[in-house]
Nanobody, 129 residues
């Protein structure tokens, strides 16, 4: 049984930083492409960032590019999202997602939530102005 557990969310002032973690268990972590999505109140879930199995390909939404960095540590079965220069509009529940043996490593593929097989429970990020 695959489990994804997010941590690291919280309340931070605008301009601050947070690092989210997503620990994966149940299957070989290196076989997963990984992604972060977020959902603000009253809005649909949207793509934030993704990383391929090898870590060689990453993709970001335009709204976070240059501020957020996605990374993975296969030795720890964990993915990270370093979030800097946070803005109030980054406030949302952040979900990690895992795509087992993905069909592609392209950014176009990794941005689509329907390609992901497993999801975490989400972690709240609140950025105050």
């Amino acid at each position: 049984q695959v489990q994804l557990v997010e941590s690291g969310g919280g309340l931070v002032q605008a301009g601050g930083s947070l690092r989210l973690s997503c620990a994966v268990s149940g299957r070989t972590f290196s076989n997963f492409a990984m992604g972060w999505f977020r959902q603000a109140p009253g809005e649909e879930r949207v793509f934030v960032a993704a990383i391929s199995r090898s870590g060689g390909n990453t993709a970001y939404s335009d709204s976070v590019k240059g501020r957020f960095t996605i990374a993975r540590d296969d030795a720890k079965n964990t993915m990270y999202l370093q979030m800097n220069s946070l803005k109030p509009e980054d406030t949302a529940v952040y979900y990690c997602a895992a795509d087992y043996l993905p069909y592609s490593s392209s950014g176009y593929y990794l941005k689509r939530d329907e390609n992901y097989d497993y999801w975490g429970q989400g972690t709240q990020v609140t950025v105050s102005s």
